[in-house]
Protein backbone atom coordinates (compact mmCIF):
# COMPACT_ATOMS: atom_id res chain seq x y z
CA UNK A 1 0.00 0.00 0.00
CA UNK A 2 1.19 3.49 -0.87
CA UNK A 3 0.50 4.66 3.01
CA UNK A 4 1.30 2.92 5.72
CA UNK A 5 -2.09 1.39 7.62
CA UNK A 6 -2.44 3.78 10.52
CA UNK A 7 -4.75 2.87 13.56
CA UNK A 8 -8.11 4.53 13.97
CA UNK A 9 -11.36 3.89 15.65
CA UNK A 10 -12.23 0.03 15.83
CA UNK A 11 -9.67 -0.49 12.97
CA UNK A 12 -6.86 0.45 10.50
CA UNK A 13 -7.03 2.88 7.42
CA UNK A 14 -4.51 2.95 4.68
CA UNK A 15 -5.36 6.11 2.51
CA UNK A 16 -9.24 5.37 0.99
CA UNK A 17 -8.83 1.57 2.32
CA UNK A 18 -10.31 0.86 6.18
CA UNK A 19 -10.44 -2.60 7.72
CA UNK A 20 -13.16 -2.43 10.99
CA UNK A 21 -12.34 -5.26 13.42
CA UNK A 22 -15.12 -4.32 14.39
CA UNK A 23 -17.65 -6.90 15.50
CA UNK A 24 -20.58 -7.04 12.76
CA UNK A 25 -22.84 -8.28 15.21
CA UNK A 26 -26.27 -9.29 16.64
CA UNK A 27 -26.84 -9.89 20.48
CA UNK A 28 -30.25 -9.84 21.92
CA UNK A 29 -31.78 -10.84 25.23
CA UNK A 30 -35.23 -10.88 27.09
CA UNK A 31 -37.10 -11.40 29.95
CA UNK A 32 -40.45 -13.18 30.12
CA UNK A 33 -42.47 -14.91 32.82
CA UNK A 34 -40.43 -17.96 32.88
CA UNK A 35 -36.79 -17.00 32.51
CA UNK A 36 -34.38 -15.16 30.00
CA UNK A 37 -33.50 -15.65 26.74
CA UNK A 38 -30.34 -15.39 25.41
CA UNK A 39 -29.64 -15.10 21.43
CA UNK A 40 -26.45 -13.90 19.32
CA UNK A 41 -25.09 -14.69 16.29
CA UNK A 42 -21.17 -16.07 15.66
CA UNK A 43 -20.22 -13.86 12.79
CA UNK A 44 -16.48 -11.81 12.89
CA UNK A 45 -16.21 -9.95 9.90
CA UNK A 46 -13.21 -7.81 9.48
CA UNK A 47 -14.61 -5.21 6.64
CA UNK A 48 -16.10 -7.23 3.64
CA UNK A 49 -13.77 -10.13 5.20
CA UNK A 50 -15.68 -12.92 7.56
CA UNK A 51 -13.10 -13.64 9.47
CA UNK A 52 -14.30 -16.12 11.69
CA UNK A 53 -17.97 -17.79 11.33
CA UNK A 54 -17.79 -19.58 15.05
CA UNK A 55 -17.53 -17.10 17.66
CA UNK A 56 -18.60 -17.73 20.71
CA UNK A 57 -20.43 -13.99 21.79
CA UNK A 58 -21.74 -15.47 24.99
CA UNK A 59 -19.63 -15.23 27.66
CA UNK A 60 -20.53 -17.49 30.39
CA UNK A 61 -18.86 -15.35 33.86
CA UNK A 62 -20.31 -18.08 36.16
CA UNK A 63 -23.23 -20.23 36.38
CA UNK A 64 -25.74 -17.79 37.14
CA UNK A 65 -24.10 -14.88 34.79
CA UNK A 66 -24.00 -14.81 30.94
CA UNK A 67 -22.48 -11.53 28.97
CA UNK A 68 -22.77 -11.07 25.55
CA UNK A 69 -20.02 -10.00 23.20
CA UNK A 70 -20.42 -6.54 20.98
CA UNK A 71 -17.73 -4.01 19.90
CA UNK A 72 -14.01 -5.47 20.42
CA UNK A 73 -14.35 -9.22 20.73
CA UNK A 74 -10.58 -8.90 23.10
CA UNK A 75 -12.07 -6.03 24.93
CA UNK A 76 -15.49 -7.80 25.51
CA UNK A 77 -13.48 -11.57 26.36
CA UNK A 78 -10.83 -9.96 28.71
CA UNK A 79 -13.19 -7.28 30.79
CA UNK A 80 -15.74 -10.51 30.75
CA UNK A 81 -12.78 -13.01 32.27
CA UNK A 82 -11.89 -10.27 35.06
CA UNK A 83 -15.42 -9.45 35.74
CA UNK A 84 -15.40 -13.58 36.67
CA UNK A 85 -12.76 -13.36 39.03
CA UNK A 86 -14.51 -10.37 40.65
CA UNK A 87 -17.48 -12.37 40.75
CA UNK A 88 -15.91 -15.56 42.26
CA UNK A 89 -13.97 -13.23 44.79
CA UNK A 90 -17.16 -11.78 46.01
CA UNK A 91 -18.78 -14.80 46.44
CA UNK A 92 -15.86 -16.59 48.65
CA UNK A 93 -15.91 -12.82 50.57
CA UNK A 94 -19.45 -12.49 51.29
CA UNK A 95 -20.37 -16.81 51.41
CA UNK A 96 -23.39 -15.68 48.69
CA UNK A 97 -23.27 -15.37 45.23
CA UNK A 98 -23.16 -12.20 43.68
CA UNK A 99 -26.37 -10.38 41.85
CA UNK A 100 -26.93 -9.34 38.64
CA UNK A 101 -27.08 -5.28 39.21
CA UNK A 102 -23.84 -5.80 41.54
CA UNK A 103 -22.01 -7.62 39.20
CA UNK A 104 -23.08 -5.33 35.94
CA UNK A 105 -21.88 -2.04 38.59
CA UNK A 106 -18.61 -3.72 38.99
CA UNK A 107 -17.97 -3.86 35.10
CA UNK A 108 -19.83 -0.46 34.47
CA UNK A 109 -17.53 1.29 36.63
CA UNK A 110 -14.59 -0.41 35.43
CA UNK A 111 -15.43 0.90 32.09
CA UNK A 112 -16.11 4.28 33.39
CA UNK A 113 -12.62 3.93 34.71
CA UNK A 114 -11.62 3.54 30.95
CA UNK A 115 -13.47 6.36 29.11
CA UNK A 116 -12.15 7.59 26.51
CA UNK A 117 -9.29 4.90 26.15
CA UNK A 118 -10.61 3.55 23.34
CA UNK A 119 -12.23 0.45 24.69
CA UNK A 120 -15.12 -0.87 22.50
CA UNK A 121 -17.63 -3.02 24.74
CA UNK A 122 -21.61 -3.27 24.45
CA UNK A 123 -22.29 -5.87 26.48
CA UNK A 124 -25.60 -7.30 28.12
CA UNK A 125 -24.94 -8.83 32.10
CA UNK A 126 -27.44 -11.55 32.28
CA UNK A 127 -28.38 -13.63 35.32
CA UNK A 128 -30.86 -15.24 37.96
CA UNK A 129 -30.30 -13.44 41.31
CA UNK A 130 -32.62 -13.65 44.82
CA UNK A 131 -34.05 -10.77 43.57
CA UNK A 132 -35.13 -12.58 40.39
CA UNK A 133 -34.16 -12.20 36.51
CA UNK A 134 -31.50 -9.71 36.12
CA UNK A 135 -30.81 -8.52 32.28
CA UNK A 136 -28.37 -4.84 32.13
CA UNK A 137 -27.15 -3.73 29.32
CA UNK A 138 -23.54 -2.03 30.04
CA UNK A 139 -21.31 -0.31 27.19
CA UNK A 140 -17.68 1.42 27.01
CA UNK A 141 -18.80 4.47 28.09
CA UNK A 142 -20.00 3.87 31.22
CA UNK A 143 -23.96 3.59 30.36
CA UNK A 144 -25.87 0.95 32.24
CA UNK A 145 -29.34 0.16 31.65
CA UNK A 146 -31.39 -2.28 33.29
CA UNK A 147 -34.51 -3.79 31.39
CA UNK A 148 -36.74 -6.48 29.91
CA UNK A 149 -35.69 -6.41 26.51
CA UNK A 150 -31.97 -5.23 24.39
CA UNK A 151 -30.66 -5.64 21.07
CA UNK A 152 -26.99 -4.97 20.48
CA UNK A 153 -25.06 -4.39 17.37
CA UNK A 154 -24.88 -3.75 13.76
CA UNK A 155 -28.43 -5.70 13.16
CA UNK A 156 -30.26 -4.94 16.56
CA UNK A 157 -32.40 -2.98 14.45
CA UNK A 158 -33.70 -5.91 12.51
CA UNK A 159 -33.72 -8.35 15.45
CA UNK A 160 -36.11 -5.30 17.19
CA UNK A 161 -38.11 -5.23 14.91
CA UNK A 162 -38.79 -9.15 14.98
CA UNK A 163 -38.64 -8.93 18.99
CA UNK A 164 -41.42 -5.63 19.00
CA UNK A 165 -43.23 -7.00 16.93
CA UNK A 166 -43.63 -11.07 18.96
CA UNK A 167 -42.64 -10.11 22.00
CA UNK A 168 -45.41 -10.98 25.11
CA UNK A 169 -44.48 -11.49 28.87
CA UNK A 170 -46.50 -14.48 29.11
CA UNK A 171 -44.77 -17.29 26.83
CA UNK A 172 -44.11 -21.04 27.24
CA UNK A 173 -40.05 -21.87 27.15
CA UNK A 174 -40.24 -22.41 23.47
CA UNK A 175 -41.96 -20.15 22.55
CA UNK A 176 -39.91 -17.67 23.83
CA UNK A 177 -36.94 -19.56 22.34
CA UNK A 178 -38.49 -19.31 18.81
CA UNK A 179 -38.40 -16.24 19.44
CA UNK A 180 -35.18 -15.49 19.74
CA UNK A 181 -33.95 -17.55 17.04
CA UNK A 182 -36.36 -15.87 15.03
CA UNK A 183 -35.09 -13.01 15.85
CA UNK A 184 -31.51 -13.44 15.35
CA UNK A 185 -32.14 -15.38 11.70
CA UNK A 186 -33.92 -11.87 10.82
CA UNK A 187 -30.69 -9.86 11.25
CA UNK A 188 -28.35 -12.29 9.89
CA UNK A 189 -30.66 -11.93 6.65
CA UNK A 190 -30.27 -8.73 6.07
CA UNK A 191 -27.00 -7.22 8.00
CA UNK A 192 -23.58 -8.02 6.53
CA UNK A 193 -21.94 -7.82 9.76
CA UNK A 194 -23.78 -10.92 11.58
CA UNK A 195 -24.79 -14.62 10.53
CA UNK A 196 -23.26 -17.76 10.48
CA UNK A 197 -24.97 -19.63 13.51
CA UNK A 198 -27.65 -18.92 16.30
CA UNK A 199 -26.10 -19.30 19.79
CA UNK A 200 -29.30 -19.63 22.26
CA UNK A 201 -28.94 -19.78 25.95
CA UNK A 202 -31.95 -20.07 28.60
CA UNK A 203 -31.36 -18.48 31.57
CA UNK A 204 -33.64 -19.83 34.54
CA UNK A 205 -33.49 -19.57 38.21
CA UNK A 206 -31.19 -22.68 38.65
CA UNK A 207 -28.71 -21.04 36.31
CA UNK A 208 -28.05 -20.94 32.29
CA UNK A 209 -28.74 -23.85 29.84
CA UNK A 210 -26.95 -23.46 26.34
CA UNK A 211 -29.90 -24.61 24.21
CA UNK A 212 -28.00 -25.24 21.38
CA UNK A 213 -25.70 -23.88 18.13
CA UNK A 214 -28.35 -23.50 14.84
CA UNK A 215 -26.97 -22.55 11.63
CA UNK A 216 -28.75 -19.76 9.67
CA UNK A 217 -28.85 -21.01 6.54
CA UNK A 218 -30.95 -23.92 7.75
CA UNK A 219 -33.13 -21.71 9.13
CA UNK A 220 -33.36 -20.35 6.11
CA UNK A 221 -34.95 -22.89 4.62
CA UNK A 222 -36.68 -24.11 7.44
CA UNK A 223 -38.49 -20.86 7.65
CA UNK A 224 -38.85 -20.12 4.09
CA UNK A 225 -39.78 -24.10 2.88
CA UNK A 226 -39.43 -24.90 -0.92
CA UNK A 227 -42.41 -25.52 -2.57
CA UNK A 228 -42.33 -29.77 -3.56
CA UNK A 229 -42.55 -29.67 -7.54
CA UNK B 1 19.91 14.74 54.75
CA UNK B 2 18.83 15.79 58.33
CA UNK B 3 15.33 15.39 56.67
CA UNK B 4 16.23 11.69 55.83
CA UNK B 5 17.47 10.86 59.44
CA UNK B 6 13.74 11.73 61.12
CA UNK B 7 12.03 9.53 58.39
CA UNK B 8 14.29 6.33 59.42
CA UNK B 9 12.84 7.04 62.71
CA UNK B 10 8.78 5.80 61.53
CA UNK B 11 10.33 3.01 59.42
CA UNK B 12 10.48 0.89 62.26
CA UNK B 13 6.98 -0.80 62.71
CA UNK B 14 5.66 0.30 66.20
CA UNK B 15 3.40 -2.75 66.86
CA UNK B 16 5.97 -5.98 66.84
CA UNK B 17 6.23 -9.11 68.05
CA UNK B 18 7.42 -10.31 71.39
CA UNK B 19 9.90 -12.97 71.94
CA UNK B 20 7.11 -15.30 73.51
CA UNK B 21 4.50 -14.44 70.48
CA UNK B 22 2.76 -11.41 72.41
CA UNK B 23 1.93 -8.23 70.24
CA UNK B 24 2.08 -5.82 73.18
CA UNK B 25 0.63 -2.85 71.60
CA UNK B 26 -2.70 -4.81 70.85
CA UNK B 27 -2.90 -6.02 74.50
CA UNK B 28 -2.43 -2.32 75.82
CA UNK B 29 -4.99 -1.43 73.36
CA UNK B 30 -7.24 -3.85 75.44
CA UNK B 31 -6.31 -2.48 78.29
CA UNK B 32 -7.49 1.14 77.59
CA UNK B 33 -10.56 -0.68 76.04
CA UNK B 34 -11.36 -2.33 79.90
CA UNK B 35 -10.78 1.31 80.83
CA UNK B 36 -13.59 2.82 79.00
CA UNK B 37 -17.00 2.58 80.09
CA UNK B 38 -19.34 -0.21 79.53
CA UNK B 39 -21.87 -0.95 76.37
CA UNK B 40 -23.87 -3.88 75.94
CA UNK B 41 -25.48 -5.54 72.85
CA UNK B 42 -28.39 -7.99 72.39
CA UNK B 43 -29.69 -9.45 69.97
CA UNK B 44 -33.52 -10.43 70.38
CA UNK B 45 -35.93 -12.18 68.39
CA UNK B 46 -37.27 -9.34 66.14
CA UNK B 47 -34.29 -6.76 67.36
CA UNK B 48 -31.21 -5.58 68.53
CA UNK B 49 -30.65 -3.60 71.30
CA UNK B 50 -27.46 -1.27 72.45
CA UNK B 51 -26.91 0.09 76.17
CA UNK B 52 -23.99 1.87 76.85
CA UNK B 53 -22.72 3.66 80.22
CA UNK B 54 -23.52 7.18 80.78
CA UNK B 55 -20.64 8.72 82.48
CA UNK B 56 -21.92 11.38 84.87
CA UNK B 57 -21.55 14.72 82.45
CA UNK B 58 -19.87 17.59 84.46
CA UNK B 59 -22.20 20.52 85.49
CA UNK B 60 -21.63 23.29 82.12
CA UNK B 61 -21.35 20.34 79.75
CA UNK B 62 -24.28 20.03 78.13
CA UNK B 63 -25.13 16.11 77.81
CA UNK B 64 -26.53 15.98 74.64
CA UNK B 65 -23.07 15.98 72.95
CA UNK B 66 -21.55 12.88 74.71
CA UNK B 67 -23.05 9.90 72.60
CA UNK B 68 -21.56 6.79 72.72
CA UNK B 69 -23.84 5.12 69.99
CA UNK B 70 -23.59 6.05 66.42
CA UNK B 71 -25.75 5.43 63.20
CA UNK B 72 -23.70 3.96 60.87
CA UNK B 73 -26.79 3.82 58.00
CA UNK B 74 -30.19 3.30 58.56
CA UNK B 75 -30.21 0.03 59.65
CA UNK B 76 -26.71 -0.27 61.26
CA UNK B 77 -25.50 1.34 64.89
CA UNK B 78 -22.59 1.05 66.78
CA UNK B 79 -21.62 1.41 70.49
CA UNK B 80 -18.09 1.51 71.57
CA UNK B 81 -15.76 0.52 74.29
CA UNK B 82 -12.16 2.68 74.78
CA UNK B 83 -11.05 6.06 73.53
CA UNK B 84 -13.62 8.27 71.89
CA UNK B 85 -11.59 9.89 69.71
CA UNK B 86 -10.55 6.65 67.72
CA UNK B 87 -14.29 5.98 67.91
CA UNK B 88 -14.72 9.21 65.53
CA UNK B 89 -12.75 7.98 62.67
CA UNK B 90 -13.66 4.48 62.46
CA UNK B 91 -17.50 5.74 62.70
CA UNK B 92 -16.98 8.04 59.79
CA UNK B 93 -14.93 5.47 57.40
CA UNK B 94 -17.78 3.17 58.50
CA UNK B 95 -20.63 5.88 57.61
CA UNK B 96 -18.84 6.33 53.69
CA UNK B 97 -18.20 2.66 53.39
CA UNK B 98 -22.10 2.06 54.23
CA UNK B 99 -22.79 4.15 51.95
CA UNK B 100 -20.04 3.17 49.16
CA UNK B 101 -21.59 -0.35 49.43
CA UNK B 102 -25.06 0.95 48.67
CA UNK B 103 -23.35 2.41 45.95
CA UNK B 104 -21.39 0.26 43.89
CA UNK B 105 -23.64 -3.37 44.94
CA UNK B 106 -27.22 -1.45 44.74
CA UNK B 107 -27.88 -2.91 48.36
CA UNK B 108 -27.11 -2.24 51.67
CA UNK B 109 -24.29 -3.94 53.77
CA UNK B 110 -24.83 -6.64 55.65
CA UNK B 111 -23.91 -6.70 59.18
CA UNK B 112 -20.95 -9.26 58.82
CA UNK B 113 -19.62 -6.84 55.71
CA UNK B 114 -19.33 -4.06 57.91
CA UNK B 115 -18.04 -5.68 60.73
CA UNK B 116 -15.33 -7.34 58.06
CA UNK B 117 -14.71 -4.03 57.23
CA UNK B 118 -14.35 -1.96 60.63
CA UNK B 119 -12.07 -4.96 61.87
CA UNK B 120 -10.26 -5.09 58.99
CA UNK B 121 -9.05 -0.89 59.12
CA UNK B 122 -8.17 -2.04 62.82
CA UNK B 123 -6.13 -4.88 61.92
CA UNK B 124 -4.26 -2.28 59.18
CA UNK B 125 -3.22 -0.49 62.23
CA UNK B 126 -1.67 -3.47 63.90
CA UNK B 127 0.52 -3.99 61.17
CA UNK B 128 1.01 -0.33 59.74
CA UNK B 129 4.85 1.85 60.50
CA UNK B 130 4.24 4.96 62.46
CA UNK B 131 0.81 3.98 63.75
CA UNK B 132 -0.69 2.86 66.98
CA UNK B 133 -3.95 0.19 67.32
CA UNK B 134 -7.25 1.64 67.74
CA UNK B 135 -7.94 1.80 71.44
CA UNK B 136 -11.53 0.83 70.90
CA UNK B 137 -14.20 -2.63 70.59
CA UNK B 138 -16.75 -1.75 68.78
CA UNK B 139 -20.47 -3.76 69.05
CA UNK B 140 -22.38 -3.46 66.19
CA UNK B 141 -26.03 -4.04 65.71
CA UNK B 142 -28.59 -4.16 62.90
CA UNK B 143 -30.16 -5.97 60.26
CA UNK B 144 -29.32 -7.45 56.87
CA UNK B 145 -31.83 -6.76 53.73
CA UNK B 146 -33.24 -10.56 55.28
CA UNK B 147 -34.45 -9.23 57.50
CA UNK B 148 -32.93 -11.09 60.34
CA UNK B 149 -31.26 -8.78 63.35
CA UNK B 150 -27.47 -9.51 64.20
CA UNK B 151 -24.52 -8.60 66.47
CA UNK B 152 -21.41 -8.29 66.05
CA UNK B 153 -17.84 -7.64 68.05
CA UNK B 154 -14.60 -6.16 67.22
CA UNK B 155 -11.68 -5.88 69.13
CA UNK B 156 -8.37 -3.68 68.60
CA UNK B 157 -6.72 -6.84 67.52
CA UNK B 158 -9.18 -6.53 64.59
CA UNK B 159 -10.70 -9.69 65.32
CA UNK B 160 -14.54 -9.79 64.82
CA UNK B 161 -17.59 -12.38 66.08
CA UNK B 162 -20.91 -12.49 66.01
CA UNK B 163 -22.98 -12.78 69.35
CA UNK B 164 -26.01 -13.32 70.56
CA UNK B 165 -25.25 -10.94 73.67
CA UNK B 166 -21.71 -9.45 74.87
CA UNK B 167 -20.45 -6.84 76.80
CA UNK B 168 -17.42 -4.42 76.31
CA UNK B 169 -15.68 -2.29 78.45
CA UNK B 170 -15.03 -1.79 82.07
CA UNK B 171 -16.51 -5.09 83.98
CA UNK B 172 -17.27 -6.73 80.83
CA UNK B 173 -16.74 -10.14 82.59
CA UNK B 174 -19.40 -9.54 84.94
CA UNK B 175 -21.75 -8.25 82.63
CA UNK B 176 -21.31 -11.65 80.24
CA UNK B 177 -21.08 -14.04 83.22
CA UNK B 178 -24.45 -12.73 83.64
CA UNK B 179 -25.87 -12.58 80.20
CA UNK B 180 -24.62 -16.53 80.11
CA UNK B 181 -26.74 -17.32 82.89
CA UNK B 182 -29.57 -15.08 81.66
CA UNK B 183 -29.79 -14.95 77.95
CA UNK B 184 -32.42 -17.47 76.56
CA UNK B 185 -33.66 -17.17 72.75
CA UNK B 186 -37.42 -16.87 74.52
CA UNK B 187 -36.81 -13.87 77.36
CA UNK B 188 -35.59 -12.43 74.74
CA UNK B 189 -37.86 -13.26 71.62
CA UNK B 190 -40.12 -9.73 71.89
CA UNK B 191 -38.49 -6.37 71.93
CA UNK B 192 -39.11 -5.46 75.38
CA UNK B 193 -37.77 -8.74 76.89
CA UNK B 194 -34.29 -7.92 75.00
CA UNK B 195 -34.40 -4.53 75.89
CA UNK B 196 -35.39 -5.31 79.69
CA UNK B 197 -32.24 -8.06 79.49
CA UNK B 198 -29.95 -5.16 78.04
CA UNK B 199 -30.97 -2.85 81.13
CA UNK B 200 -30.73 -6.04 83.73
CA UNK B 201 -27.65 -6.74 82.39
CA UNK B 202 -25.65 -3.07 82.30
CA UNK B 203 -27.40 -2.56 85.82
CA UNK B 204 -24.98 -5.07 87.57
CA UNK B 205 -22.78 -2.81 86.95
CA UNK B 206 -24.05 0.59 86.35
CA UNK B 207 -25.60 2.84 89.08
CA UNK B 208 -29.65 2.72 88.62
CA UNK B 209 -30.92 5.53 86.58
CA UNK B 210 -32.21 7.00 83.61
CA UNK B 211 -29.10 9.25 84.09
CA UNK B 212 -26.78 6.94 83.73
CA UNK B 213 -27.85 4.94 80.96
CA UNK B 214 -28.31 4.74 77.14
CA UNK B 215 -30.56 2.49 75.44
CA UNK B 216 -31.02 1.95 71.34
CA UNK B 217 -33.17 -0.13 69.59
CA UNK B 218 -33.19 -1.01 66.04
CA UNK B 219 -36.46 -2.76 65.05
CA UNK B 220 -37.72 -3.48 61.62
CA UNK B 221 -41.03 -2.42 61.16
CA UNK B 222 -42.42 -4.44 57.60
CA UNK B 223 -38.69 -4.09 56.30
CA UNK B 224 -38.14 -0.39 57.21
CA UNK B 225 -35.58 -0.52 59.86
CA UNK B 226 -36.02 2.11 62.38
CA UNK B 227 -33.18 3.29 65.56
CA UNK B 228 -34.57 4.58 68.28
CA UNK B 229 -33.33 5.70 71.48
CA UNK B 230 -35.57 5.41 74.44
CA UNK B 231 -36.30 8.56 75.74
CA UNK B 232 -34.98 9.03 80.05
CA UNK B 233 -39.05 8.49 81.06
CA UNK B 234 -39.72 5.25 79.18
CA UNK B 235 -35.67 4.24 80.87
CA UNK B 236 -37.04 5.34 84.40
CA UNK B 237 -40.14 3.14 83.89
CA UNK B 238 -38.33 0.50 82.70
CA UNK B 239 -36.06 0.48 85.38
CA UNK B 240 -38.83 0.87 88.07
CA UNK B 241 -40.34 -2.53 86.50
CA UNK B 242 -37.19 -4.20 87.10
CA UNK B 243 -36.24 -2.82 90.74
CA UNK B 244 -40.27 -4.18 91.52
CA UNK B 245 -38.99 -7.34 89.90
CA UNK B 246 -35.43 -7.62 91.51
CA UNK B 247 -37.82 -7.15 95.22
CA UNK B 248 -39.89 -9.94 93.84
CA UNK B 249 -37.57 -12.53 93.80
CA UNK B 250 -35.57 -11.43 96.33
CA UNK B 251 -39.25 -12.09 98.47
CA UNK B 252 -39.34 -15.46 97.19
CA UNK B 253 -35.83 -16.07 98.05
CA UNK B 254 -36.45 -14.88 101.28
CA UNK B 255 -40.11 -16.55 101.68
CA UNK B 256 -38.35 -20.00 100.67
CA UNK B 257 -35.38 -19.89 102.99
CA UNK B 258 -37.69 -20.11 105.69
Known amino acids: PTELPQPVKHGLQSGNLRINFNHGTTCLAFKYSNGIVVSVDSRASAGAYIASGTVKKVIEINPFLLGTMAGGAADCQFWQRVLSQECWLYELRNKERISVAAASKLLANILYNYKGYGLSIGTMIVGWDKKGPGLYYVDDDGTRHSGNLFAVGSGSTYAYGVLDTCYRWDMTDDEALELGRRAIYHATYRDIGSGNSNNLYLVKPDGWKFIGNYDTANLHYQYNPVAAE | ?258
Not at chain 2, 120 to 142: A, C, D, N
Request: hydrophobic content about 40%; proline content about 3%; glycine content about 6%.
Open chain 2, 1 to 258: ISQKYIMSRYDRAITVFSPDGHLFQVEYAQEAVKKGSTAVGIRGGNCAVLAVEKKAAAKLQDDRTVRKMALLDNHVAMAFAGLTADARILINRARVECKSHRLTVEDPVTLEYIARFVAGIKQKYTQSTGRRPFGLSTLLVGFNVDGTPHLYCTDPSGAYNEWLANAVGKNDKTVREFLEKMYTPESVADEVGAIKLALRAILEVVQSGAKNVDLGVMRCRDGVPEWEILPAERLSALMAEIEAEREAEAEKKRARKE
